[in-house]
């Protein structure tokens, strides 16, 4: 079985441009997370979908972050326009759902902002 | 912060020896899970505790959890140097979210 798969592994923008990630999350898993990551520290949560419904976007920096997940099925997250600070790990992961699951990460997007 | 705090930050120890990472979190949980993450590489859950538990076992790992005290203690007996990586706690609250400590960077040297 595919594990979550992330694409690009890497990316390097410059300031002010507009940048996209795209998450497939394992088949059948109703839940999915987007988080991000900063060196040495631990993931921060910036949206979580249950299928197509975002129930968790507290995180997210709405001003220029957007996050969609069409079908309930794969997700974009958009930054528009980065910033030097967004650069990080950008991690998707995804669950069964419910409060007992586990969730499995995909390899995640390194961004640098320059 | 949304976040919890592990200790130690770092820990370096011989093959063979035992690692003890330690884990607090703010509120209260369904459940707290244990991540590793080599270098580079995803998040992989290791061990699942429920807040009805106190110790669980799993391989050469062991998990403690005190809810009274809002901290729970993973345990990697008999170390090797693969064992190396950051290691993650994860709280999660009745509504789903999963919220990650800010991880302990193990280095088990050969």
């Known amino acids: 079985e595919a594990g979550v798969v992330q694409s690009p592994r890497y990316k390097i923008i410059e300031k002010k441009q507009p940048v996209a990630f795209w998450c497939n999350p394992i088949?059948?898993?109703?839940?999915l997370y987007w988080y991000l990551q900063n060196l040495g520290q631990g993931p921060e949560l910036l949206i979580r979908?249950?299928?197509?419904?975002?129930?968790?976007d507290s995180q997210l920096p709405k001003d220029r972050f957007s996050a969609e997940r069409l079908k309930g099925v794969d997700s974009t997250l958009k930054i528009q326009p980065a910033e030097l600070g967004d650069s990080a790990v950008y991690l998707c992961?995804?669950?069964?759902?419910?409060?007992?699951?586990?969730?499995?990460f995909g390899q995640g997007t390194r961004l640098t902002v320059v | 912060s949304q976040q919890g705090e592990e200790d130690p930050q770092a820990l370096s120890i011989q093959e063979g020896e035992n690692a003890t990472m330690n884990c607090s979190y703010k509120?209260?949980?369904?459940?707290l899970q244990w991540y590793r993450q080599n270098s580079g590489r995803g998040l992989v859950h290791l061990i699942l505790?429920?807040?009805?538990?106190r110790e669980k076992h799993s391989g050469r790992l062991r998990v403690t959890l005190d809810t009274s005290k809002k901290s729970s203690s993973l345990l990697i007996t008999a170390s090797r140097a693969a064992d190396t990586a950051s290691y993650f706690c994860?709280?999660?609250?009745?509504?789903?979210?999963?919220?990650f400590g800010e991880g302990t960077q193990l280095t088990v040297n050969p």
């Open positions: 992961a995804s669950s069964l759902g419910g409060p007992t699951t586990e969730a499995f």
């Open positions: 088949s059948g898993h109703n839940t």
């Open positions: 979908y249950e299928n197509e419904e975002a129930v968790d």
């Open positions: 509120t209260s949980i369904n459940n």
């Open positions: 505790i429920r807040s009805n538990e």
């Open positions: 994860a709280s999660r609250a009745s509504g789903s979210r999963l919220t």
